[in-house]
């Protein structure tokens, strides 16, 4: 079964269709890659898989069960623009969603709830390199170290699908390899599935086991013009048997 199932979904924004049409089955653990010209939909396609934006007509379906109409955590989400809150230190800003998810209300934990949460924080900023800078502010963070603090952020909440939209962008070409890396790293070990935006198709190819490319529709509003497989990605995680940050036994497997 598919993890994500997109079905027929228009937009049609102050009567200008936006999206028309769009077909998509997302199968877990893949790894698509969304391409295509500016103003084809893409970011809309992100905020629709997100609910920051209600659908004109269609259904978009998690694990056969429709989105909640709100953005929940089982979606995580990193922007181009550094979304982490710039008042916080690295490790609070990775703190803030384990801690909503336990207590909706307050947002904080205490006593051992929150000790166990901080070693959780600590290990995912350790997993994407920003071990020593858990107590500095993202103003104290280049570009690339901000993105990587947006990407545990996202993860530490174990969504089932991490949407990327454009999420290094700004970013110059050896700190994006340096984070694909990254990023190559965690979903193999966390086995999430992913949805990333990017412009830059070296980038589509290194990263996706699937490329899926919008264009125009006929009449207006982006559409899906290709969704092919890529064999570029074949990657084995190691044989070790323990449970990584996420909560993932670690077994050898091959991924497409
Ligand atoms: N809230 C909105 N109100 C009006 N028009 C909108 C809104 N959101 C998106 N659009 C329009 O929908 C179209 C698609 O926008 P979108 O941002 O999804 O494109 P994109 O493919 O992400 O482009 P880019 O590659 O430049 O990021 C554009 O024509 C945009 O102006
Ligand atoms: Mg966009």
Not at 9 to 25: A, E, F, Q, Y
Not at 60 to 75: K, V
Not at 109 to 123: C, D, I, P, Y
Not at 203 to 217: D, N, Q
Request: aromatic content about 6%; glycine content about 10%; proline content about 6%.
């Amino acid at each position: 079964m598919s993890q994500i199932s997109v079905r027929n979904l228009d937009v049609v924004i102050d009567g200008h269709p936006v999206l028309r049409d769009i077909n998509l089955d997302v199968a877990s653990g893949e790894f698509c890659v969304v391409t295509g010209p500016s103003g084809s939909g893409k970011t809309t396609f992100i905020r629709l898989l997100l609910s920051q934006l209600r659908p004109t007509a269609g259904e978009i379906t998690i694990d056969g069960t429709p989105i909640a109409p709100f953005p929940a955590p089982d979606r995580g989400v990193v922007f181009q623009d550094y979304s982490v809150f710039p008042h916080k230190t690295a490790l609070q800003n990775v703190l803030v969603g384990p801690q909503f998810k336990r207590s909706p209300l307050l947002g904080r934990v205490f006593g051992n709830e929150r000790k166990k949460l901080v070693e959780h924080a600590t290990q995912a900023l350790a997993d994407v390199g920003l071990a020593e800078a858990a107590s500095k502010y993202p103003g104290q963070l280049s570009g690339g170290m901000r993105q990587r603090l947006a990407i545990a952020q996202a993860l530490i909440c174990r969504p089932k699908v991490l949407l990327l939209d454009e999420p290094f962008g700004a970013l110059d070409p050896e700190i994006r390899a340096q984070l694909h890396r990254v990023v190559l790293k965690l979903w193999r070990e966390s086995r999430t599935t992913i949805v990333m935006v990017t412009h830059d198709l070296a980038e589509a190819e290194t990263l996706a086991t699937r490329l899926v490319s919008f264009g125009f529709a006929k009449g207006g509003g982006g559409t899906i013009v290709t969704n092919g497989t890529t064999a570029a990605v074949s990657v084995v995680t190691p044989l070790t048997g323990k449970r990584n940050a996420y909560g993932v036994r670690q077994k050898k497997r091959k991924y497409r």
